[in-house]
Structures are given as C-alpha cells and as structure tokens.
C-alpha cells in the first residue's frame, strides 16, 4: 500500500466534525464500545499530562524502559512529518498497512456519527496497541487532560504531570489554577503520579485532586530532587538513594527537569540504575533545540549553526532564552512562524534579551498561521530588529548574507517545525 491509502481516510476523518477541538469524553467512549473497549487491553500505561515538556519525557522514559529490554507502545501528538510518528508499536512506528487497517476499522464503526480528527485517530492508535504485545504503553495527552481523548485509562500504571503554564486558555481556563484543574484530571484513584516543577497555584489544585483520590504524589522538591554538580554531573535524590548522571543528551537547562520527571517515573516502575542513565543519554526528540546539520537549509548556512525548535508558549520562550544564553556568544538571529492562537508576545520577550534579530515568516498550508508582517510587529514591541520574509529559505539567505557564521534558530511552531522536517528531508 501506499502512504496516499491513510493519507485520505485521514483527510476524511477530518470532515467528521465541524470543530478541531470539542473536548468531551462522550463520543471516544461511543466509538470505543463499538470497538470492544481496547483501552481495557492495553499493557500497563503510563500516561503523561502537562503543558511544557511532555514528549521530551515520554522520549526519556521510553528509552530507559527499552534499555531495560522492555517492549514500549507509544502515544504522542502531533506530529511532525508523517502521521505514523503518533504511533509506535512495541519500539517501532506503526507500518503503512497497520495504519491504514486500524483507520479504516474506526472510520467503519464509527459511521458518520460526529467525532473529532484527534478523537478518532487517538481510538484508532489505542486500538493498534492493544492488538500489539508490549510491557508498557506511553500516553502523551493531546489537550489539558480531564475530557483529552487519552483520558479513558481506569487505573493507569503511573501518571506524570509536567510542568503547568499558560497555553491553550481558550479551551482549558484562563489561570494556571483553572489549567491545572484540567491536567490533574489525568489523576486516578490510588495511582502514583509523578510530578514536575509547578507555580504554587497549579501544585496546590494537584495536591487537593491526589488528596481526594488517595492517590500518591511523587513532586519535584519534595519527594525528589535534582541538581547539577561539577558543571557536568546530573545528580538526582529521591528516598531510594543518590543517582550521578551525565547531563541529558537532549539540549537546553530545561531538559534537566524533564530527566528528573523520567528518572522519577523510572524508579517508581522499579528500573535500575542503568535503564535511569540510559533514559536521559539515549533519547531522541526531533524539533526540540534539533541541529540541523544535512538538507538544502543546512547546505545553504555552511559556516554557521542552523537550530529548530517547535516550541511556542511563553514558557517555552524562556526556557529556550535561557539555553541560548548559555551557549558560545555569537550573533544569533530568529526565523519564526507562529499560530494566531498563541500569545506571541509572551513567547518573544525573554528571547529579545539574548538573540540580535528576526525574520518573520507565515507557516505554509495552515490556516491559523500568524501573519510574516504581523509576527514581525511584536517582534519589534518586544525590542527585536525586524523583518518579513517570504518563506524560511529566503530569510537564511539573507541572514547568511548578512553574517554567514551566524546562529540562525528556526521557532515557533511545531507545525513550522514539521514543514522544515519534511522539506529539508
């Protein structure tokens, strides 16, 4: 079969419901019980809710349990070049043929009853991996976490909780309090949950969910520590014991709480010390502070560092600050493409500190896209030089032009980011 055969179940699925995003539970468990309730036979999950950091742990944990030879299903969105990467079957992504069989099943069943592309999709990728022996299955919430179509797990393995910011206040509230509300939603009944950095306001709404649900809380600062020593040993403490580590070989400070998280998770599922060091030195998560190295973007930039970064909240924006503030001094320039739905203003302003210019540009083939001209004024309110490109390619040019050994890091979307993944090959 060819890639088209998902491909166009995908695009009709999308047709299935007038809204991207309706959050519900009711028609994911209609089309589930047609199915036979697959999420009942999936191996033991560990589901992962939050707004910052989540597939980067998902990546470390999944390393640390492969390193321990265990068999790991995995669940993420979105995603970045192909739909298959949404999908991973005991350590492999999903094939051509096992995606286009598993749509096709739920586009049947589900007829032409209203449901969500995510919804949909997300049934279709539990139904797979319950068909799939496997030891562990990783479940990376799409959206908030209480009506999330990943949310119909009755007594999960582990939950996570990353880190908790503004993003998405359409849909989940406008305070940290209200967005972590929908985030402890993931919390079950007598199910430990590890739990990452958090304003006050957002630990004290999970503390009161784990309170009511009896369910052990495993938080960053209390039951677990992390730190770094000697400028290059990752050191993380729990109740257990003392681990040395090398720092995460997925870049920027932030990565270091994300280890924390993943570590944290590990122990509680009783891995040893070397699937925890495995977990943050063997993991791989594209468009996060991603070096571009091969393709015609890096060919065109040979003399200078070419970066890709999807993140794009202004949590994000400080942690990538912060990184690039650490790196070697050199002039650095923005190309960044966002969506309309997210505050650009939050995202620019801790970057306007470390970085000398940007080039804005409109992310190709989506709609929500924020305009070239638009991202370049709140650029320029955020005390950033800027200006308007027609596409990623011709603002390289001219920053290479400007100064050909410059950093040039590509931001502010995972959406950009995907449309750099697959044009760059």
Request: glycine share 8%; proline share 6%.
């Amino acid at each position: 079969m060819s890639t088209e055969n998902s491909d166009i179940i995908l695009e009709r699925m999308m047709a299935l419901h007038p809204k991207v995003i309706d959050l519900t539970l009711d028609r994911v468990w209609r089309l589930l019980d047609r199915l036979g309730n697959p999420q009942n036979d999936l191996p033991p999950v560990i589901h992962l809710a939050g707004t910052n950091g989540k597939g980067s742990t998902q990546a470390m944990i999944r390393a640390g349990l492969e390193a321990a030879g265990k068999r790991v299903h995995a669940y993420t969105s979105p995603h970045l070049a192909r739909f298959h990467e949404r999908i991973r079957l005991a350590g492999q992504l999903i094939t051509e043929d096992a995606l286009t069989a598993v749509l096709d099943e739920c586009y049947q069943a589900n007829g032409s009853d209203p449901i969500t592309y995510f919804e949909i999709t997300t049934v279709a990728g539990l139904l797979a991996m319950a068909r799939t022996p496997a030891d562990y299955t990783l479940l990376e919430v799409g959206l908030g976490g209480r009506l999330d179509a990943t949310n119909v797990i009755d007594s999960p393995a582990l939950s996570v909780i990353t880190p908790i910011s503004l993003d998405h206040e359409a849909f989940l509230g406008d305070t940290v309090a209200k967005i972590a509300g929908e985030k402890a939603g993931i919390i079950k009944k007598q199910v430990p949950c590890i739990v990452g950095p958090q304003p006050e306001a957002a630990l004290d709404v999970i503390e009161a969910r784990a309170t009511a649900l009896h369910a052990p809380l495993i938080r960053h600062g209390q039951e677990w520590h992390i730190s770094v020593e000697r400028g290059d040993r990752l050191i993380f403490q729990d109740d257990t014991g003392l681990l040395d580590l090398p720092l995460p070989n997925l870049p920027g400070a932030h990565q270091r709480q994300n280890a924390g998280m993943a570590i944290a998770a590990l122990r509680a599922l009783g891995m040893d010390d070397a699937a925890c060091e495995a977990a943050i030195t063997r993991a791989f998560w594209p468009a996060r502070m991603q070096r571009l190295t091969d393709g015609p973007l890096a060919s065109a930039h040979p003399k200078g560092d070419l970066w890709l970064d999807g993140g794009h909240n202004p949590a994000a924006g400080e942690a990538l600050a912060t990184h690039l503030a650490s790196l070697p001094a050199r002039p650095t320039y923005m190309i960044c493409g966002m969506l309309n739905t997210k505050d650009i203003g939050g995202y620019l302003r801790p970057l306007a500190a470390v970085c000398d210019g940007l080039w804005g540009v409109s992310i190709p083939g989506e709609a929500n896209t924020l305009s070239a001209e638009d991202t370049v004024a709140q650029a320029r309110s955020a005390g950033l030089p800027a200006q308007a490109a027609q596409s990623v390619e011709e603002a390289l040019a001219q920053i290479t032009a400007q100064d050909p050994t410059a950093r040039v890091l590509i931001c502010g979307s995972l959406y950009l980011a995907g449309h750099i993944l697959r044009s760059n090959g």
